[in-house]
Nanobody, 125 residues
Framework: QVQLVESGGGLVQAGGSLRLSCAAS????????MGWFRQAPGKDQEFVAA????????YHTDSVKGRFFISRDNVKNTVYLQMNSLKPEDTALYYC??????????????????WGQGTQVTVSS
């Protein structure tokens, strides 16, 4: 069993930056692919970014490419999402997720096994 806890969300002005963290307990994350998703009010959950278990492969959805960057520190058992040049449309509840797949990117929500409770990001215009 893996427990995931997100932190780092908050209120920021457009153009600002935030760094989200996802800390894991219960198991080492080094054998899990990790991802970030978000859900805005009234909208479906959206995939944001993924990183393979070793961190050698990363993927970002087009709407955040060049602004967001996923990374991980397997020693600290933590995954990060650096968010720069934030826009009001980035406002959402951000979730991290862990999937039991070694060495690959996990891009589909259904392939993740564990989820955090989310951290709110609000970007004001």
């Amino acid at each position: 069993q893996v427990q995931l806890v997100e932190s780092g969300g908050g209120l920021v002005q457009a153009g600002g930056s935030l760094r989200l963290s996802c800390a894991a307990s219960g198991r080492t994350l080094s054998t899990y692919g990790m991802g970030w998703f978000r859900q805005a009010p009234g909208k479906d959950q959206e995939f944001v970014a993924a990183i393979s278990s070793s961190g050698s492969s990363i993927y970002h959805t087009d709407s955040v490419k060049g602004r967001f960057f996923i990374s991980r520190d397997n020693v600290k058992n933590t995954v990060y999402l650096q968010m720069n040049s934030l826009k009001p449309e980035d406002t959402a509840l951000y979730y991290c997720a862990a999937g039991r797949q070694l060495g690959v990117l996990i891009l589909r929500r259904s392939e993740y096994d564990y989820w955090g409770q989310g951290t709110q990001v609000t970007v004001s215009s």
